[in-house]
C-alpha cells in the first residue's frame, strides 16, 4: 500500500513588537507603555490584536521590554478566554527591534515557515492573512523571497505621514519586487546605473507610507542572528539584503490603496489617526463596534459617540467629532468640539475643549479651557486655568486655580530620568502650579522633539484628502452614507436640509393626522423626506411631537387639552415607534418634549400627562424616564427642577411600583 502524504497545514504566527525604542511620547511613557496608550479609549495595542485576529492569525507573541509586567498583566486580563493564543515574550535587556527579532529567534517560539511582523501601533482594516498567502505562493515559486512589506499609497503631506517618514522606494513596475529603498533626510535619492542593466523600466515612489507590516519567511531570523549589529528594520535589514548581491534574498511590496492602514508613531499621528477612527476610515473597526467589549458606544450624527450613563448639561453643547466615555459628567454651558474623553471624567461649568484628548478620571473644574493637549488619567485641573496647544499632562498631576500653561509644556509628577536618552543632563524641572503638590516640567531633547501642533495649520483639516486618494475619499464616504451615517456636509447646508426637512415633515405628518390616514402611509412619506434630506432619528421625532402637539393645540382650556392631547397621543403615537429605538432613543425623545413644554406653561402643565400616555402606549420605558429624571436630579440646572415638579406624581408611582417589583 502506498502511503498518502498529508499535508498539515501551518499554523498562522504573527509577533508584536510592542516596544517603541523612542520616547516621542514622554512623560507619558516614564508610566506607562505606548502600547497601553488609549486610542479612542482603547489601549492601542488592542488595535492591532484585533487587525491580527480578524486576519485569521491564530497565535501572537508580544515581545515587550520596558513595562512588561504591566503589558502581560493587561493581555491576560483581556485575552485570558481568547480564541486565539496570545504570549509574552520578555526582555528587560532589549534595545533595538533586531535585538526583538534575535532573542525571539533564541526562543524558538516562531515555527511557521511564514509570520507576520508588526509593532504595537498599527491600526489597519486589512486582511493580513490574505497576504500572507500571496507571500506563501510567490515563496513556493522562488524561495529567495524572504519579506513582503506593506506600503500605503498617500501623498508627502498626507495627514496620517508621520514627519519622519520620508520613504522613497524603487519598484520592477510589473512585479512590485522592492529594488531600492530609502528613508533618510537627504535631499537626493542615488540609485547605481548597474539597476538598469537587466531593468529596462523601474517606477520610484514618494507617495507611500510605510505601515510597518511585514511578512517573513523564516529564514529573516536566522540572518538578524548572524548580523549582531542589524538593530533597524529597514535601516540595517531592508537596506542591506537589498544591496548585497551575496545574499540573494528578494523583497516584495504590497501597495493598498482602498484599504486602511496607518502607525501612530509620533504625536502627530496620535491626532490623525484619531480623527480617522471616529470619521470611520478604518470601517468596520469603528467606535460603536465595541470589539473589546468593555465599551457601549453608540453614534449620533456629525461622528459624535457616546457611551451609556454620560450625563449632560442641557444647556451644554457637544460638537463634531468627539467620543465621550462611559460615566462621564459634564456641566452647564459647556462647549466640547473635536474632543475624546475617556471614561468618569468630571467636566464643570463654562468649559471649552477644543482637539482636547482627556483620559479616565479627569477632573475639569468650572471656566477652564483646554485646546490641542493630552491630559492623562486623574488630571485635576483647578478653576479658571487654561491648557494651551501642544501640552501634555501626565498622570495624576493637579494644577491649581488661575494657572496658564503655555504651549508645548509637559508636565509630570516624575523628577526622574530616561534610561532611552542615554544622557546625564537634568531633563525636568520643578515648576509651581499654584498647589503644594510636586510637578515638574519635562523638558525634550532636540533629537527627540515632536509636536501636537501640525506645522502646516491643518489641525482642523484631518479629514481632508489629496487629489491623489479622491477616489477612496469618495467609495469610503459611499459606504459611510449607505450605513445611515451622515458625510461631511458645512454647517450652513446642514441647517438648510433640517428647514427644509421639517417643512416637509410638518405638513406630511400634520395633514395625515388631521385627514386620519393610516400610519404606515404617513411614515413613508417621512421616510421619504429623510433620505432626501440626509436627516437623523432625531429630526424625526422631533417634527413626530411638533405636529402632534400642534394638532391638539387648538384646544385652549387645560382639562380639555389633557384630555384631547391623550386620545391624541393614544391615537397617533405609534409614529414615533419607529424611530425610538433604544433607551437613548427614549431620552432624546423626552428631551425633546421637554424643550418644547418649555415654551408655555399650558404645555409645562401637561407635562405629566404626555409622559404617562406614552409609558401606557409603550414608547417609553421606565428605565429610560427614571434614567431622565436622575439626570435633572444630579445636574447643576436648578431651572430644569421644574419639569420634575410637574411630574413628581408620576415618577413617585414609577418608583414605587418598581420597589414592590424588586
Given at each position: 500500500?502506498?502511503?498518502?502524504?498529508?499535508?498539515?497545514?501551518?499554523?498562522?504566527?504573527?509577533?508584536?513588537?510592542?516596544?517603541?525604542?523612542?520616547?516621542?511620547?514622554?512623560?507619558?511613557?516614564?508610566?506607562?507603555?505606548?502600547?497601553?496608550?488609549?486610542?479612542?479609549?482603547?489601549?492601542?495595542?488592542?488595535?492591532?490584536?484585533?487587525?491580527?485576529?480578524?486576519?485569521?492569525?491564530?497565535?501572537?507573541?508580544?515581545?515587550?521590554?520596558?513595562?512588561?509586567?504591566?503589558?502581560?498583566?493587561?493581555?491576560?486580563?483581556?485575552?485570558?478566554?481568547?480564541?486565539?493564543?496570545?504570549?509574552?515574550?520578555?526582555?528587560?535587556?532589549?534595545?533595538?527591534?533586531?535585538?526583538?527579532?534575535?532573542?525571539?529567534?533564541?526562543?524558538?517560539?516562531?515555527?511557521?515557515?511564514?509570520?507576520?511582523?508588526?509593532?504595537?501601533?498599527?491600526?489597519?482594516?486589512?486582511?493580513?492573512?490574505?497576504?500572507?498567502?500571496?507571500?506563501?505562493?510567490?515563496?513556493e515559486k522562488d524561495k529567495s523571497v524572504i519579506a513582503t512589506i506593506v506600503f500605503k499609497?498617500?501623498?508627502?503631506?498626507?495627514?496620517?505621514?508621520?514627519?519622519?517618514?520620508?520613504?522613497?522606494?524603487?519598484?520592477?513596475?510589473?512585479?512590485?519586487?522592492?529594488?531600492a529603498f530609502d528613508n533618510s533626510d537627504k535631499s537626493k535619492f542615488k540609485l547605481d546605473?548597474?539597476?538598469?542593466?537587466?531593468?529596462?523600466?523601474?517606477?520610484?515612489?514618494?507617495?507611500?507610507?510605510?505601515?510597518?507590516?511585514?511578512?517573513?519567511?523564516?529564514?529573516?531570523?536566522?540572518?538578524?542572528?548572524?548580523?549582531?549589529?542589524?538593530?533597524?528594520?529597514?535601516?540595517?535589514?531592508?537596506?542591506?539584503?537589498?544591496?548585497?548581491?551575496?545574499?540573494?534574498?528578494?523583497?516584495?511590496?504590497?501597495?493598498?490603496?482602498?484599504?486602511?492602514?496607518?502607525?501612530?508613531?509620533?504625536?502627530?499621528?496620535?491626532?490623525?489617526?484619531?480623527?480617522?477612527?471616529?470619521?470611520?476610515?478604518?470601517?468596520?473597526?469603528?467606535?460603536?463596534?465595541?470589539?473589546?467589549?468593555?465599551?457601549?458606544?453608540?453614534?449620533?450624527?456629525?461622528?459624535?459617540?457616546?457611551?451609556?450613563?454620560?450625563?449632560?448639561?442641557?444647556?451644554?453643547?457637544?460638537?463634531?467629532?468627539?467620543?465621550?466615555?462611559?460615566?462621564?459628567?459634564?456641566?452647564?454651558?459647556?462647549?466640547?468640539?473635536?474632543?475624546?474623553?475617556?471614561?468618569?471624567?468630571?467636566?464643570?461649568?463654562?468649559?471649552?475643549?477644543?482637539?482636547?484628548?482627556?483620559?479616565?478620571?479627569?477632573?475639569?473644574?468650572?471656566?477652564?479651557?483646554?485646546?490641542?493637549?493630552?491630559?492623562?488619567?486623574?488630571?485635576?485641573?483647578?478653576?479658571?486655568?487654561?491648557?494651551?496647544?501642544?501640552?501634555?499632562?501626565?498622570?495624576?498631576?493637579?494644577?491649581?486655580?488661575?494657572?496658564?500653561?503655555?504651549?508645548?509644556?509637559?508636565?509630570?509628577?516624575?523628577?526622574?530620568?530616561?534610561?532611552?536618552?542615554?544622557?546625564?543632563?537634568?531633563?525636568?524641572?520643578?515648576?509651581?502650579?499654584?498647589?503644594?503638590?510636586?510637578?515638574?516640567?519635562?523638558?525634550?531633547?532636540?533629537?527627540?522633539?515632536?509636536?501636537?501642533?501640525?506645522?502646516?495649520?491643518?489641525?482642523?483639516?484631518?479629514?481632508?484628502?489629496?487629489?491623489?486618494?479622491?477616489?477612496?475619499?469618495?467609495?469610503?464616504?459611499?459606504?459611510?452614507?449607505?450605513?445611515?451615517?451622515?458625510?461631511?456636509?458645512?454647517?450652513?447646508?446642514?441647517?438648510?436640509?433640517?428647514?427644509?426637512?421639517?417643512?416637509?415633515?410638518?405638513?406630511?405628518?400634520?395633514?395625515?393626522?388631521?385627514?386620519?390616514?393610516?400610519?404606515?402611509?404617513?411614515?413613508?412619506?417621512?421616510?421619504?423626506?429623510?433620505?432626501?434630506?440626509?436627516?437623523?432619528?432625531?429630526?424625526?421625532?422631533?417634527?413626530?411631537?411638533?405636529?402632534?402637539?400642534?394638532?391638539?393645540?387648538?384646544?385652549?382650556?387645560?382639562?380639555?387639552?389633557?384630555?384631547?392631547?391623550?386620545?391624541?397621543?393614544?391615537?397617533?403615537?405609534?409614529?414615533?415607534?419607529?424611530?425610538?429605538?433604544?433607551?437613548?432613543?427614549?431620552?432624546?425623545?423626552?428631551?425633546?418634549?421637554?424643550?418644547?413644554?418649555?415654551?408655555?406653561?399650558?404645555?409645562?402643565?401637561?407635562?405629566?400627562?404626555?409622559?404617562?400616555?406614552?409609558?401606557?402606549?409603550?414608547?417609553?420605558?421606565?428605565?429610560?424616564?427614571?434614567?431622565?429624571?436622575?439626570?435633572?436630579?444630579?445636574?447643576?440646572?436648578?431651572?430644569?427642577?421644574?419639569?420634575?415638579?410637574?411630574?413628581?406624581?408620576?415618577?413617585?408611582?414609577?418608583?414605587?411600583?418598581?420597589?414592590?417589583?424588586?
Open positions: 500500500n502506498r502511503k498518502s502524504e498529508i499535508k498539515v497545514e501551518e499554523k498562522i504566527q504573527a509577533l508584536i513588537i510592542a516596544e517603541s525604542f523612542d520616547t516621542r511620547f514622554a512623560p507619558i511613557t516614564i508610566e506607562k507603555p505606548r502600547a497601553l496608550i488609549p486610542l479612542v479609549n482603547i489601549p492601542m495595542i488592542e488595535y492591532t490584536i484585533e487587525a491580527l485576529s480578524s486576519s485569521g492569525v491564530q497565535e501572537i507573541f508580544i515581545f515587550c521590554s520596558s513595562h512588561a509586567e504591566t503589558i502581560q498583566e493587561e493581555i491576560k486580563k483581556r485575552h485570558q478566554n481568547s480564541h486565539i493564543s496570545i504570549k509574552c515574550i520578555i526582555s528587560k535587556d532589549c534595545s533595538s527591534i533586531g535585538d526583538a527579532l534575535r532573542i525571539t529567534f533564541n526562543e524558538g517560539v516562531i515555527v511557521s515557515q511564514h509570520f507576520i511582523v508588526v509593532t504595537g501601533d498599527v491600526v489597519s482594516n486589512m486582511n493580513i492573512g490574505k497576504l500572507l498567502t500571496e507571500h506563501k505562493e510567490r515563496w499609497e498617500a501623498s508627502a503631506a498626507h495627514r496620517s505621514r508621520s514627519q519622519e517618514d520620508n520613504t522613497i522606494i524603487a519598484l520592477d513596475p510589473k512585479t512590485n519586487q522592492l529594488l546605473i548597474n539597476f538598469f542593466k537587466n531593468m529596462p523600466s523601474l517606477k520610484l515612489r514618494y507617495d507611500l507610507i510605510d505601515c510597518c507590516i511585514n511578512i517573513f519567511s523564516k529564514e529573516v531570523l536566522p540572518l538578524f542572528d548572524d548580523n549582531f549589529d542589524w538593530n533597524d528594520l529597514r535601516k540595517d535589514f531592508l537596506q542591506s539584503v537589498l544591496t548585497s548581491e551575496i545574499m540573494g534574498c528578494k523583497v516584495f511590496a504590497h501597495l493598498i490603496s482602498q484599504e486602511y492602514a496607518a502607525r501612530v508613531r509620533n504625536l502627530k499621528t496620535y491626532l490623525s489617526v484619531s480623527f480617522d477612527l471616529l470619521h470611520r476610515w478604518a470601517f468596520p473597526i469603528v467606535p460603536e463596534q465595541n470589539f473589546l467589549a468593555e465599551t457601549s458606544y453608540s453614534c449620533y450624527r456629525r461622528f459624535i459617540y457616546k457611551e451609556l450613563n454620560v450625563k449632560l448639561a442641557r444647556d451644554s453643547v457637544v460638537e463634531c467629532d468627539t467620543a465621550i466615555g462611559e460615566g462621564t459628567e459634564i456641566g452647564s454651558r459647556t462647549y466640547i468640539t473635536r474632543s475624546i474623553i475617556g471614561k468618569r471624567c468630571k467636566i464643570g461649568a463654562n468649559v471649552k475643549l477644543n482637539n482636547a484628548f482627556l483620559w479616565d478620571d479627569v477632573i475639569i473644574e468650572d471656566n477652564c479651557e483646554i485646546t490641542l493637549s493630552i491630559i492623562c488619567s486623574c488630571v485635576k485641573i483647578g478653576k479658571n486655568s487654561q491648557i494651551k496647544s501642544g501640552s501634555i499632562i501626565a498622570f495624576g498631576v493637579e494644577i491649581g486655580e488661575n494657572i496658564s500653561i503655555p504651549e508645548e509644556t509637559r508636565i509630570t509628577t516624575q523628577e526622574k530620568g530616561y534610561d532611552l536618552l542615554e544622557t546625564d543632563d537634568d531633563i525636568t524641572e520643578a515648576i509651581n502650579l499654584g498647589l503644594k503638590s510636586k510637578a515638574f516640567k519635562w523638558i525634550q531633547p532636540e533629537e527627540v522633539k515632536n509636536s501636537l501642533i501640525v506645522t502646516n495649520n491643518k489641525i482642523n483639516e484631518f479629514d481632508e484628502f489629496d487629489e491623489s486618494n479622491s477616489d477612496e475619499e469618495e467609495e469610503t464616504e459611499a459606504e459611510v452614507e449607505a450605513e445611515g451615517e451622515d458625510t461631511e456636509t458645512s454647517e450652513s447646508e446642514f441647517e438648510t436640509k433640517q428647514q427644509k426637512f421639517a417643512k416637509e415633515a410638518k405638513d406630511i405628518l400634520y395633514l395625515g393626522i388631521k385627514e386620519n390616514r393610516s400610519i404606515n402611509n404617513i411614515l413613508m412619506e417621512v421616510d421619504a423626506a429623510k433620505l432626501a434630506n440626509n436627516v437623523d432619528t432625531i429630526n424625526c421625532f422631533r417634527n413626530i411631537i411638533k405636529a402632534i402637539f400642534s394638532f391638539a393645540d387648538d384646544t385652549k382650556a387645560q382639562n380639555v387639552l389633557n384630555t384631547g392631547l391623550k386620545d391624541i397621543l393614544k391615537n397617533w403615537g405609534g409614529l414615533l415607534s419607529k424611530y425610538v429605538e433604544n433607551q437613548e432613543d427614549q431620552v432624546d425623545l423626552i428631551c425633546e418634549i421637554q424643550e418644547y413644554c418649555e415654551k408655555s406653561d399650558k404645555w409645562l402643565n401637561s407635562l405629566q400627562i404626555i409622559l404617562h400616555t406614552l409609558y401606557d402606549i409603550e414608547i417609553l420605558e421606565e428605565e429610560a424616564i427614571l434614567n431622565w429624571a436622575g439626570q435633572l436630579e444630579t445636574g447643576n440646572n436648578e431651572e430644569e427642577k421644574i419639569f420634575l415638579q410637574k411630574c413628581s406624581d408620576f415618577l413617585k408611582w414609577l418608583r414605587t411600583a418598581e420597589e414592590e417589583e424588586e
